[in-house]
C-alpha cells in the first residue's frame, strides 16, 4: 500500500520526501478543483519537480460541472502540459469520459462525490471505463467489510480517505458572500444539530460545509491493506498554511512507520463514522408507514371519518360485500375485530353491497380513527 | 414542435387522481423500497397496479422512483420488483446509480430514466449514462434551460428539468449531513432537511461576524416565466417537485403548467398570463420563488431568508369531493368549515367556482353550523356545481377564513 497527499508548494514537496511510504502526490488546481490550493499556473511545474523526485504525479480535476463550466475547465486544461502528471483524478463522469476520450497519455483515477454503495456501480464503472481507469477512491460510507470485499473483487487499484476533512454538503451558490470569489471562512451551527460547530468554506466553486471531526482510520489500515488496499490518502490541507498543503505529513507518516499513537498527532478532532457498521439502514424500518405492507388486494376500505355519536365514514377500495368486513387496521398496527351495522349510501338507503370509491356510512365503531384499514377475516393469518 | 410533458408528482393514490385528473401527462411515484421518500405514504404493490391501470386509462404515464443509492444488501429483491413493474405496465423506472440500473436491465425492458441524485450536468456525463442504459436524464437543478437543450441535442437523450417545487441548496445526491449529524441516510430517503435549520455562522475572517440565518436553505423553484424556453431548447418533461405535498398543490401546480404549456403551443402567450399563473401559485404555502438556474446560474439572491413565512397562502386547502350522488356531493375536510364560508372549488378544466352552500349536512344527513376537520360534509347539488367530480379540490380564501376563526 502506497500513501498520497495533496502538495501545492516547494515546502510541501520537501515534507512529502521525508514522509515514508508516500509515493504520490495530488496536484489540484485551485481553478480545477473544488479544494484547490494549487495556482494553476504553478502546477505544471510542481508537478515536474515531484516527477524529477521520484513521485508519481496526480492532477486533480474534480469539479462536478455544468455544460458551461466543463467548457472553461476545458479552456483551462489546454494551457497545462499533462507530461508533467502520470494520471488525472476527475469525480464528475463527463470529466472521466472527457480524459479517455482525449487524454490517451495519462491514467484516469475516479473518485466519485455520490453515494457509490454498492459493488455493481463501482464494477459498472470499472466497466465503463475500462483499461483507462486505473483506480477507484471507495466511499468512506461503506464499512470495513465492505472495503475489503470490493478491494478484493474489483478487477482494478482501490483507495480510501485514511485521514482528513469530511465534506457533508456541496453547492455551486456563494453563500457566505455574495459575489466574492475569494475564499471565505466560517462555522456554522445549528441548535437543531447541538449546535455542532461545522466548518464552511466559500471558494470560487461555491460553498462547502465539513463535519466538526475528520475522518481517521489511519490506525486502523491493517484488514484493509491485508485485502489489497492501494492507496491510502491523508488530507491535511485546512491544518496547513496558506499555498500549502502538506504540512505535518513527515511527521506522520514517521509516526506510522514507528507505531505511535497517531491520533494524538491530528491537529483536530477525530472519528469513523461508518467504518465498523452502517447504522442509518436502522432507521428505516421506523420510518415507514407502520400498515403500508396491509394496503394490499384483502383491504376492503379506508376510514375516512369517525364521529363517536353518531356515525363512522368509510370509503371503498374495491367491489365488497359489507359482511366480508371483519378485521380493523389502526394506523399504529393494531387490530381488532369488528362488524359493520347500520350500512347505508351517502342518500341514506341501505348497503349490502358496495362498490369501490363509493362512501359507506355505518353506525359509529369505537375509535376508529381515519387511516384505518378495513379488511377481511383472512388479512389477519 | 417539441412540447414538453407535464409530470407531477404523486404521494399515494388520491393524489395520483387529482394529478392525473387536473392534466398531468405523467406521474412518478414510490413504491414501498428502493425511494427515496421514506416517510411519504407510498404505494403497496397492489395500489401501485391500480395507479397504474388508472393513469393509463387516461393516458397519463407513469414512472416509478427506484433512485436511493442502494448498499448491497438494499438491493435484495430488487430483480423480482422490476419484474413486477414491468408486468404491470410501469412506463419507466427513476435510478440514480449504475448498479441498480444494470440490476433493472439484467432483470426487465424496463426504461430507464436517471434521477436528478446523480447530478448530471453535462453532455459528456449524460454520454456515459446512455452508454449504461438510461433513455432520459432528470438533469441537476445547477443547470440552465439552454445547457440542458446542449445535453439533449448532443446526446439525443430525453432531458427532464424541475420546474416548480422546493429545491435542495446542494448538489442533489451530494448531501449528507444528515447521514453524519442524525445517522439518517439522506440519499436512502433519511433526509432531516438540515439545510431548513437556522444557524449560526461565525465568520472567521471577516471580523468574526455573526449572523443566525438559514444561510443554506434554497427559496423554491417557479418557471412559469420560462415555458417558452423548455419548448426552444427541446426541453421533454417539466416536473413538479412535492410528493409530500397536498392535494392542493398538485392540482394547483398542475392545472398551472398545462394551461401555460397549452397555451403557448397554441400560440397564445401573455404577460397577463404569466400573471395569473403567479398569483395562482401563491395559492398554496411555500417559501420565497426564484428561477434557481433556469436562466443563470443561482446566486446568493436564491438564499430564503424567510422574508415570508413558508406558511404564506392566499388560500387553505379545506376539502376535496369523494363522491357524487344524485342529490349530494360529499366532500372530506382538511379543516373546520362554518356554514357561511364561500368555497371554491377547483375544477378539472381549470376553471374555479365560487359557491356558498346554503347549509351544511353531516354524513347521517343532520343539520350543522360547522364541521369538523376530518369529517365527511354533505352539500346538495345544484346547477352551479354540475361539473364538479370526485377528486375535485375545494379551497377557501384565506382572509375569509382568518376572519371566520376570529
Keep these: 500500500m502506497i500513501f498520497n497527499t495533496y502538495i501545492s508548494s516547494e515546502n510541501d514537496l520537501k515534507l512529502v520526501l521525508c514522509a515514508p511510504g508516500l509515493k504520490e502526490v495530488l496536484i489540484a488546481p485551485e481553478e480545477l478543483s473544488k479544494d484547490g490550493k494549487t495556482p494553476l499556473a504553478y502546477a505544471e511545474a510542481l508537478a515536474s519537480a515531484a516527477l524529477d523526485a521520484g513521485l508519481k504525479t496526480v492532477l486533480v480535476w474534480d469539479l462536478v460541472m455544468t455544460e458551461s463550466e466543463f467548457k472553461e475547465s476545458l479552456s483551462k486544461l489546454a494551457s497545462l502540459k499533462l507530461k508533467a502528471f502520470d494520471a488525472i483524478r476527475v469525480s464528475d463522469l463527463g470529466a472521466a469520459r472527457y480524459v479517455c476520450d482525449n487524454f490517451s497519455q495519462v491514467a484516469l483515477q475516479l473518485a466519485p462525490d455520490s453515494a457509490d454503495h454498492n459493488y455493481d456501480t463501482l464494477y459498472s464503472y470499472s466497466r465503463a471505463f475500462a483499461d483507462r481507469l486505473e483506480r477507484l477512491s471507495l466511499s468512506i460510507e461503506l464499512p470495513e467489510d465492505k472495503l475489503c470485499e470490493y478491494i478484493k473483487r474489483l478487477p482494478l487499484d482501490c483507495e480510501i480517505l485514511a485521514a482528513g476533512p469530511l465534506k457533508i454538503f456541496y453547492t455551486p451558490r456563494p453563500l457566505l458572500h455574495a459575489g466574492s470569489r475569494r475564499q471565505i471562512k466560517a462555522t456554522a451551527s445549528a441548535a437543531d444539530m447541538s449546535n455542532r460547530p461545522l466548518p464552511v468554506i466559500q471558494t470560487a466553486h461555491g460553498t462547502h460545509l465539513y463535519l466538526d471531526r475528520d475522518y481517521f482510520i489511519l490506525h486502523k489500515l491493517a484488514k484493509l491493506t491485508e485485502a489489497g488496499l492501494y492507496a491510502a490518502r491523508i488530507d491535511l490541507r485546512p491544518y496547513s498554511p496558506a499555498r500549502h498543503s502538506a504540512h505535518g505529513i513527515d511527521r506522520l507518516l514517521n509516526a506510522y512507520h514507528n507505531n505511535s499513537d497517531l491520533r494524538t498527532l491530528w491537529p483536530s478532532k477525530t472519528g469513523s463514522p461508518f467504518f465498523k457498521t452502517n447504522k442509518t439502514t436502522a432507521q428505516f424500518k421506523r420510518l415507514k408507514p407502520r400498515i403500508l405492507e396491509t394496503r394490499d388486494q384483502r383491504c376492503l376500505a379506508t376510514v375516512l371519518e369517525y364521529n363517536k355519536d353518531k356515525h363512522t365514514v368509510i370509503t371503498a377500495l374495491k367491489d365488497f360485500n359489507l359482511s366480508d368486513a371483519r378485521i380493523a387496521i389502526h394506523p399504529d398496527g393494531r387490530m381488532r375485530e369488528i362488524t359493520l351495522s347500520g350500512c347505508r349510501d351517502i342518500e341514506g338507503r341501505p348497503l349490502s353491497n358496495c362498490s369501490e370509491g363509493q362512501l359507506v356510512v355505518v353506525n359509529s365503531l369505537y375509535a376508529l380513527t381515519p387511516g384505518t384499514l378495513i379488511t377481511t377475516a383472512s388479512s389477519c393469518t | ?406
Aim: charged share 20%; net charge neutral; hydrophobic share 35%.
Design chain 2, 1 to 406: 414542435m417539441n412540447k414538453p410533458e407535464i409530470l407531477a408528482p404523486a404521494g399515494n393514490i388520491e393524489k395520483l387522481k387529482v394529478a392525473v385528473l387536473y392534466g398531468a401527462d405523467a406521474v412518478y411515484l414510490g413504491g414501498q423500497k428502493y425511494g427515496l421518500r421514506a416517510r411519504s405514504d407510498n404505494f403497496s404493490d397492489h395500489e401501485l397496479k391500480k395507479a397504474v391501470e388508472f393513469a393509463h386509462q387516461h393516458g397519463a404515464a407513469v414512472y416509478v422512483t427506484l433512485n436511493a443509492m442502494l448498499h448491497d444488501h438494499d438491493m435484495s429483491g430488487l430483480e423480482d420488483y422490476c419484474k413486477f413493474l414491468e408486468s404491470i405496465s410501469v412506463d419507466a423506472v427513476i435510478v440514480s446509480d449504475a448498479g441498480v440500473a444494470r440490476r433493472v436491465r439484467e432483470s426487465s425492458a424496463l426504461k430507464l430514466h436517471l434521477s436528478t441524485q446523480a447530478s448530471c450536468l453535462n453532455s459528456y456525463s449524460a454520454t456515459v449514462w446512455k452508454e449504461l442504459g438510461m433513455q432520459r436524464i432528470i438533469v441537476g437543478r445547477e443547470l440552465s434551460i439552454e445547457e440542458a437543450g446542449i445535453i439533449a441535442y448532443r446526446t439525443g437523450l430525453e432531458i427532464e428539468m424541475f420546474v416548480h417545487g422546493s429545491m435542495c441548496m446542494a448538489y442533489s445526491g451530494l448531501c449528507t449531513i444528515s447521514n453524519y449529524t442524525a445517522g439518517r441516510d439522506s440519499n436512502r430517503g433519511g433526509c432531516i432537511q438540515s439545510c431548513r435549520f437556522p444557524y449560526t455562522v461565525h465568520y472567521e475572517n471577516e471580523g468574526n461576524k455573526l449572523v443566525n440565518n438559514n444561510f443554506i436553505s434554497s427559496k423554491d423553484l417557479c418557471g412559469v416565466e420560462y415555458i417558452p424556453h423548455f419548448f426552444k431548447h427541446g426541453i421533454h418533461s417539466l416536473k413538479i417537485e412535492g410528493r409530500m405535498r397536498s392535494s392542493q398543490y398538485v392540482a394547483t401546480t398542475v392545472s398551472v403548467y398545462r394551461k401555460l404549456v397549452d397555451s403557448y403551443a397554441r400560440g397564445n402567450w401573455s404577460e397577463e398570463l404569466i400573471t395569473n399563473a403567479k398569483n395562482e401559485l401563491l395559492s398554496f404555502s411555500h417559501r420565497d420563488y426564484c428561477s434557481g438556474s433556469l436562466d443563470k446560474p443561482a446566486g446568493a439572491d436564491t438564499v430564503y431568508q424567510q422574508e415570508t413565512s413558508p406558511a404564506v397562502a392566499t388560500h387553505n386547502y379545506t376539502a376535496i369531493v369523494v363522491e357524487k350522488s344524485s342529490n349530494f356531493l360529499a366532500l372530506r375536510l382538511f379543516r373546520p368549515l362554518a356554514g357561511d364560508t364561500p368555497l371554491e372549488f377547483m375544477l378539472q378544466g381549470g376553471e374555479t367556482i365560487r359557491f356558498t352552500p346554503k347549509r351544511l349536512l353531516d354524513a347521517s344527513h343532520n343539520e350543522i353550523e360547522q364541521a369538523g376537520q376530518e369529517s365527511i360534509l354533505l352539500i346538495e347539488r345544484c346547477e352551479l356545481l354540475k361539473a364538479v367530480t370526485p377528486f375535485t379540490v375545494v379551497r377557501t380564501a384565506r382572509s375569509i377564513s382568518a376572519k371566520k376563526a376570529a
